[in-house]
């Protein structure tokens, strides 16, 4: 079971070429749950994976040890970017949590990645933050876009802070992808709430992978330490928009948007990656959550890799 757990692990991967070191084939483990030192014995004794240098495949290890250092810098100049812009993400008032997510957290960008941001925002304050990040990365050039992708932010993930509990969104009977990205987030902004995100969705990620779960850390390099300047902005803005006006502008803004963005979604033929709620804001176009699992089933399956 453990070696079977091993290569449905790699098997994902191996949709990005892309092989794994030891502490991310333990923490990214396929519902096989284990402390490290019973994981260092059981590894070692794996057979059908291919192994170098620290790192594990179920193919071709040294084409993906290169295709893993490639990806690397990628991500170090797109980790580069999102640091330039952190501070501005902080002066905007009502984010409780500001995530990376997908290729970024998981290390495996390519040359025409984005900057995928998933964002906790304080509740009845959804469609006035939304907008504030918005038009701020707009303004300075840096916001994805129809044409415009490679290296810009894509804010397509909103929740609000009474609303964590988001595995209802998981395709049904199991989203392979889903739980990576829930696994992999980076909060790189967080005033506490990372921690109780995780802990809403510990069920989901206690069945699916469990060694995920050992260790909650939400106090990493990547969160930005608070700043005087920046801080001080961030609570003017609060104050100014956190009373009557605020409720004003907020419930007219989600009365134009929200009818913009249900007229779009109409408009599209498969809507699974659409949600427009008072709680949750989830706009991709084009859902890849189903091709993945379609995928990996696929690769387990050409190497007789029980996916049951």
């Known amino acids: 079971m453990f070696a079977n757990s091993v290569k449905k692990t790699l098997a994902f991967f191996e949709i990005w070429e892309y092989p794994l070191n030891k502490k991310e084939l333990y923490k990214y483990l396929y519902q096989y749950k284990c402390n490290k030192i019973s994981f260092e014995k059981k590894i070692q004794a794996v057979s059908g994976i291919q192994q170098k240098n620290g790192y594990f495949s179920l193919f071709n290890i040294e084409k993906y040890i290169k295709n893993r250092a490639n990806k690397s810098v990628i991500s170090c100049t797109l980790w580069n970017k999102v640091n330039r812009y952190l501070k501005i993400l902080y ?84 989203d392979i992808y889903f739980m990576y990205w829930l696994s992999s987030l980076k909060p790189i902004i967080d005033k506490g709430l990372y921690k109780k995100f995780i802990q809403s969705n510990i069920k989901l990620l206690d069945k699916f992978l469990p060694n995920s779960l050992v260790k909650i850390n939400h106090n990493n390099k990547y969160i930005l330490k608070n700043n005087f300047i920046f801080l001080t902005i961030n609570k003017l803005l609060t104050f100014l928009l956190d009373k009557k006006i605020g409720n004003f502008i907020e419930q007219w803004l989600k009365y134009i948007l929200k009818q913009r963005a249900l007229k779009k979604r109409n408009s599209l033929k498969d809507t699974s990656g659409i949600i427009i709620s008072d709680n949750i804001l989830k706009f991709h176009n084009i859902d890849k959550r189903e091709y993945f699992k379609l995928k990996w089933i696929n690769i387990c399956k050409e190497n007789n890799i029980d996916v049951n």
């Open 91 to 174: 002066c905007i008032p009502f984010i409780e949590t500001v995530c990376i997510s997908n290729t970024l957290a998981l290390n495996i960008p390519n040359d025409k990645s984005d900057i995928d941001l998933f964002i906790i925002i304080k509740k009845n304050r959804l469609w006035i933050t939304r907008s504030l990040i918005t038009f701020i990365l707009q303004i300075l050039g840096v916001r994805r876009n129809n044409k415009k992708i490679s290296k810009r932010f894509c804010l397509s993930f909103f929740i609000t802070d009474e609303n964590l509990n988001i595995s209802r969104i998981a395709i049904k009977d199991f």
